[in-house]
């Protein structure tokens, strides 16, 4: 089993549609919970960034995290065809450089 | 400011060659991440260097190695390439220890 399941998908919503992805871990010494998007031939771009458990909000962009569930969200409102792309969740414990990713889910925001 | 830099962006190799791939920081960040990207096994650990030193390595082969310069600049080497290897390799720097990582553009190396 790994570390950091996340569903592939790949999921497909008409635009203005409010996503939702998500990632399980079985890992509790991950303190701190990412979600990165990824373009086709591009590096991965940070979205959000949080410690520990919580909601965190950037404009159209919600990330929470239930430590006690071992659950991590990301919510996109409005949803735009620019939002189509691969979201990755990672995780790390303490102060490591090391992330563990999860496998990415393949949006696509149909217009 | 001037993100995470790779070089270069495409590599063709041939098996049992060895490659030297390069990556510059964000300026300012003393931490950098090495990960391998493939279709199968996502985005891998390979290993992390923070002022010249090693602190962190992932379940790869001997094969795979690296470095930090005094400048924070990062290489990683790849001998005798098998087609196992080819992939995009990523590097991801930051600033601190407990703040976010940004990623570079990656390197595509296709081994022949």
């Known amino acids: 089993q790994k570390e950091v399941e996340q569903d592939p998908g790949p999921l497909s919503v008409p635009e203005g549609a409010i996503v939702s992805l998500n990632c399980t871990y079985s890992?509790?010494?991950?303190?701190?919970f990412m979600w990165y998007r990824q373009y086709s031939r591009k590096g991965p771009e940070l979205l959000m960034y949080?410690?520990?458990?919580g909601n965190k909000e950037d404009g159209r962009f919600t990330a929470q995290v239930d430590k006690s569930s071992k659950y991590i969200s990301l919510f996109i409102r409005d949803s735009q065809p620019s939002d189509s792309a691969t979201y990755l969740c990672?995780?790390?414990?303490?102060?490591?450089?090391?992330?563990?990713f999860g496998q990415g889910t393949t949006l696509q925001v149909k217009p | 400011k001037a993100g995470v830099t790779q070089t270069p962006r495409y590599l063709i190799k041939t098996r049992g060659q060895q490659v030297t791939l390069s990556c510059s920081p964000i300026?300012?960040?003393?931490?950098v991440s090495w990960y391998q990207q493939t279709p199968g096994q996502g985005l891998q650990f390979l290993f992390e260097?923070?002022?010249?030193?090693?602190?962190n390595k992932g379940n790869f082969p001997g094969r795979f190695s690296g470095r930090q310069f005094s400048n924070s600049r990062s290489e990683m080497n790849v001998s005798t390439l098998e087609l196992g290897d080819s992939a995009l390799y990523l590097c991801a720097s930051r600033q601190g220890a407990e703040t976010e990582a940004f990623f570079g553009q990656g390197t595509r190396l296709t081994v022949v």
């Open positions: 260097y923070f002022s010249e030193t090693q602190r």
């Open positions: 890992n509790s010494a991950f303190q701190y």
């Open positions: 990672a995780m790390r414990a303490g102060n490591t450089g090391k992330l563990i």
């Open positions: 949080t410690y520990s458990s």
């Open positions: 300026s300012g960040h003393r931490s």
